[in-house]
C-alpha cells in the first residue's frame, strides 16, 4: 500500500470514529493529498513544511464570494518527514493533521486545537 492509499484509510477510520454529530459536517468537505505544497502557495508565504492545509470557508460562515470551495489538503511528504523527526508514525500524524485541518472547518482557532491536543 503506498502513501496515498495508507492516508485514505487513516482518514475513513478517523471519520468513522468520530462522534455521530461530527460525523456528517465532516462529510461534508473533501480530503486531497499533495506530496508538498505548491511553489505558488510557498512563494505567497505558507510555510514548506506545512503538513496540512484548510481551504474555503468554515463550516459556520457562509461565502459570500467566489472564493475556493472547502477542502482539507494533506501534504504527505511533509508528514513522512515529520514522522521521521518526531518518531511518531505515518498513522497518527494523518490522523492528528486531519483532525487538526477538520478542527479548522468547524471554526476552531488555533488556541481552541491546542487545548484539544491538536496542535
Same mark, same amino acid.
Given at each position: 500500500?503506498?502513501?496515498?492509499?495508507?492516508?485514505?484509510?487513516?482518514?475513513?477510520?478517523?471519520?468513522?470514529?468520530?462522534? =455521530?454529530?461530527?460525523?456528517?459536517?465532516?462529510?461534508?468537505?473533501?480530503?486531497?493529498?499533495? =506530496?508538498?505544497?505548491?511553489?505558488?502557495?510557498?512563494?505567497?508565504?505558507? *510555510?514548506?513544511?506545512?503538513?496540512?492545509?484548510?481551504?474555503?470557508?468554515?463550516?459556520? &460562515?457562509?461565502?459570500? =464570494?467566489?472564493?475556493?470551495?472547502?477542502?482539507?489538503?494533506? %501534504?504527505?511528504?511533509?508528514?513522512? &518527514? +515529520?514522522?521521521?523527526?518526531?518518531?511518531?508514525?505515518?498513522? =497518527?500524524?494523518?490522523?492528528?493533521?486531519? #483532525?487538526?485541518?477538520?478542527?479548522? %472547518?468547524?471554526?476552531? *482557532? +488555533?488556541?481552541? #486545537?491546542? +487545548?484539544?491536543?491538536?496542535?
Amino acid at each position: 500500500m503506498d502513501h496515498a492509499q495508507k492516508a485514505r484509510k487513516t482518514v475513513v477510520e478517523t471519520l468513522h470514529r468520530l462522534p =455521530d454529530a461530527l460525523k456528517e459536517a465532516a462529510r461534508q468537505v473533501p480530503v486531497c493529498f499533495e =506530496d508538498w505544497p505548491s511553489d505558488e502557495l510557498v512563494g505567497d508565504g505558507l *510555510d514548506p513544511g506545512i503538513l496540512g492545509l484548510f481551504v474555503g470557508a468554515p463550516r459556520h &460562515e457562509h461565502a459570500h =464570494d467566489a472564493g475556493p470551495p472547502p477542502q482539507i489538503i494533506l %501534504y504527505l511528504e511533509n508528514i513522512l &518527514e +515529520e514522522c521521521e523527526d518526531a518518531g511518531t508514525t505515518f498513522t =497518527d500524524e494523518v490522523r492528528r493533521t486531519y #483532525l487538526h485541518e477538520l478542527g479548522h %472547518y468547524l471554526g476552531l *482557532d +488555533e488556541e481552541a #486545537l491546542a +487545548e484539544r491536543d491538536l496542535d
